[in-house]
């Protein structure tokens, strides 16, 4: 379907090898948790490059919902940001915690700017439950959701960060979307018990090919999976933990 390099935490591009599978799965997981309904737009705020702009590009279209393209200048304008959002009644937007935590500075005591609001989805950044409770306080209309995911994979797992869960300083990353599993395990690929750290695993469909022309990395990041029946299934390493 396409092709996108990221830096991650290496620093050394790689260029991500992604299946046309991969944004259908995501595509259905997110249409079905978040339905579009009428009058519906959605926010283009992110640069080309990194993987929630395919995410904003074809998720609100294929739905026909019409989008807004922000410029860099109002997106880095916190207040011009908010008057953008209002002005065009955005009713989807996907976002950073730290520009939300801005977004919700900027916008004051005027909430009912952001009236039409219907969804905001936080990833790329831990979500934390003091942010979290802000926005409900702030904007108790919107439906407020945390996902994971990486250029590799796009989004595999959704919390609805709707109530407050547990009694950790962060919201959780929810659970795997269909056709998808995630493991933690420790370095030798074995399961470990709750509370253990290890390194979370992905299993699912569409999962990127690999990097191109990077043939050690892929075989070292996209290995087979030791849970699955299914023939060649592979996990991918995320190096989270």
């Known amino acids: 379907a396409y092709a996108m390099y990221t830096s991650g935490s290496t620093g050394r591009p790689k260029g ?112 934390t439950q003091a942010l979290c409770e802000k926005a409900r306080l702030l904007l108790p209309w919107v439906e407020l959701w945390n996902n994971y995911g990486c250029t590799e994979l796009n989004d595999v797992a959704y919390c609805s960060a709707g109530q407050r869960e547990g009694g950790g300083l962060f919201v959780p990353i929810g659970r795997p979307i269909a056709n998808t599993r995630i493991y933690v395990l420790d370095a030798a690929l074995r399961l470990v018990p709750v509370g253990v750290t290890g390194e979370l695993c992905v299993e699912t469909r569409g999962a990127a090919r690999g990097y191109w022309g990077q043939p050690g990395l892929t075989a070292e990041r996209f290995v087979p999976n030791p849970y699955s029946g299914h023939p060649g299934a592979r996990l991918y390493r995320t190096g989270d933990v």
């Open 16 to 127: 991500v090898m992604v299946p046309h599978r991969q944004i259908l799965n995501w595509l259905y997981a997110l249409w079905d948790r978040m339905p579009f309904g009428a009058d519906e737009m959605v926010a283009q705020r992110t640069t080309v490059g990194f993987v929630v702009s395919v995410k904003e590009l074809l998720a609100g279209l294929l739905a026909g919902a019409p989008q807004i393209i922000l410029s860099d200048e109002v997106v880095k304008d916190a207040f011009a940001f908010v008057t953008a959002l209002g002005r065009w009644r955005v009713t989807r937007l996907n976002i950073v915690p730290s520009h939300l935590e801005a977004l919700l500075s900027a916008l004051g005591p005027a909430t009912e700017v952001l009236s039409s609001l219907r969804y905001c989805v936080t990833a790329g950044e831990p979500l």
